[in-house]
């Protein structure tokens, strides 16, 4: 019997199914920025003997006009990333009331002295919707809160469809004035014997929420 039982066929099941694996990507409508009033700020020659010595010097105000078009309506911010990081000189004072964060640098002279700051801030902002409201939030879209729209350290700008409301909502169009104000260090920082090299650059990122 116990012969028996070990020389009996074994049966295998034979598979009954077969998978069919389906891939792909859905990607988020793309989102465009583009500086329609030009992407570079000149502010030309600047002759030493206008610097002031012993105090910051204010360079004209300058601007430029800014859009983002989108392929459908998105919910999205700004973030303003400082390409000269650490280059700035804080004690300089821009816009009345901006603190630190909101000091961009223009590089360093041959010296290695800061050259100065600047800060950018929106004017005249319009929406598909036509006006349109700006929040600022400090933790990447979780809270939202009115403040000036002015790009500063670790912070995104947002935009809502209602002037009474700072929550984002989706958009294809955002356009607004980029308003830069630059102050330059007292001249006596500077090796005023060499030419200097104004060198402020700001990536403006696009962040889908």
């Given at each position: ?24 990507r859905i990607i988020p409508a793309a989102c465009i920025p583009n500086f329609v009033g030009g992407s570079t700020i000149d502010y030309g020659t600047i002759h030493v003997s206008t610097l002031n010595v012993t105090a910051q010097t204010m360079l004209p ?149």
């Amino acid at each position: 019997m116990i012969t028996s039982a070990l020389m009996a066929p074994v049966l295998v099941s034979a598979a009954t199914t077969a998978e069919l694996k389906l891939t792909g990507r859905i990607i988020p409508a793309a989102c465009i920025p583009n500086f329609v009033g030009g992407s570079t700020i000149d502010y030309g020659t600047i002759h030493v003997s206008t610097l002031n010595v012993t105090a910051q010097t204010m360079l004209p105000q300058k601007n430029t006009r800014m859009t983002i078009t989108c392929e459908v309506p998105v919910k999205f911010a700004l973030a303003g990333i400082d390409e000269r990081a650490g280059t700035s000189e804080d004690t300089l004072t821009t816009v009345v009331g901006y603190g630190r964060g909101y000091k961009f640098g223009l590089g360093v002279a041959s010296n290695g002295a800061k050259i100065g700051t600047y800060t950018l801030d929106m004017k005249n902002i319009t929406a598909d919707e036509g006006q349109t409201r700006s929040g600022v939030s400090s933790d990447g879209g979780v809270n939202w809160n009115t403040s000036v729209p002015a790009f500063s350290y670790g912070t995104i700008i947002g935009f809502s469809d209602s002037l009474k409301s700072q929550l984002p909502t989706a958009h294809k169009y955002i356009s607004f004035d980029l308003n830069v104000v630059a102050a330059v260090v007292k001249s006596e920082n500077l090796p005023i014997a060499d030419e200097i090299q104004i060198d402020g650059l700001t990536t403006v990122e696009v962040k889908y929420l």
